[in-house]
Each structure stands twice: as structure tokens, then as C-alpha cells.
């Protein structure tokens, strides 16, 4: 089973930015489908972003325009770049492999088999 390792979380202010990576213990082009989940307190899991190995990418209307997501399939590993963050985006982000292709709006938990511990984001107003 891949394992996947979260960095890059922290706190930052409003209308900041900033970059999260998820490295991989495996080939990440073996998992069709990765993606960027996030947990706020108190609501359920969402999708944020998700990559699909032929490039097509897919964001969440919440975040389209201000998060990219891509991946350097030469060191295994999974980004997500964050600008003109809102209080509203604080949240643990799990990275996710082997995510269902659903439209992104429908993913949920159960739909990735692969999951990283989270990494907290914080963002002041």
C-alpha cells in the first residue's frame, strides 16, 4: 500500500499563499486519480482538487481560480498551491490516492483508497 506524507501546512494570514506537498511511497502514476481533500472543524471531508495521470485536473468551486494542484511524477509527489487564502479555507488537507472518477463535487471519503494524516492550515483575518 502507498503511503502518503503531508507537509507545507502552518498559518498564514488572509490573501496569503501557500504550498502543500504530499510525497508518495510509490509510483504516483500507478493511482490514476489523486486528489486534495480538506476538513474543517465541525464538517465533513471535501474535495478540494484532484490530478488524473493524463493531466486533466479538477477544483471545487470554492477554490477554482485561486488553488493549482499538480505533480512531479519524477519525485513521487503531490502539490497544491494555495493563494488569496480566506478564514473560510482553514482546515486539516489530506492528500488522497486511488480516488473514484466521480465529478468532483460527489467525492467523498470512501471514494480514495489511499490516505495521508493531514496537515493543518490556518489562515487569520
Known amino acids: 500500500a502507498v503511503q502518503l506524507a503531508e507537509s507545507g501546512g502552518g498559518s498564514v494570514q488572509a490573501g496569503g499563499s501557500a504550498r502543500l506537498s504530499c510525497a508518495a511511497s510509490?509510483?504516483?502514476?500507478?493511482?490514476?486519480?489523486m486528489g486534495w481533500f480538506r476538513q474543517a472543524a465541525m464538517k465533513e471531508r471535501e474535495a478540494v482538487a484532484t490530478?488524473?495521470?493524463?493531466?486533466?485536473?479538477s477544483y471545487v468551486d470554492s477554490v477554482q481560480g485561486r488553488f493549482t494542484i499538480s505533480r512531479d511524477n519524477a519525485k513521487n509527489t503531490l502539490y497544491l498551491e494555495m493563494s488569496s487564502l480566506k478564514p473560510v479555507d482553514s482546515a486539516i488537507y489530506y492528500c488522497?490516492?486511488?480516488?473514484?472518477?466521480?465529478?468532483?463535487?460527489?467525492?467523498?471519503?470512501?471514494?480514495?483508497?489511499?490516505w495521508g494524516q493531514g496537515t493543518q492550515v490556518t489562515v487569520s483575518a
Open positions: 488522497a490516492a486511488l480516488c473514484a472518477g466521480k465529478p468532483i463535487a460527489t467525492l467523498t471519503y470512501t471514494d480514495c483508497g489511499y
Open positions: 510509490d509510483y504516483i502514476n500507478n493511482y490514476y486519480r
Open positions: 490530478s488524473v495521470t493524463d493531466g486533466r485536473v
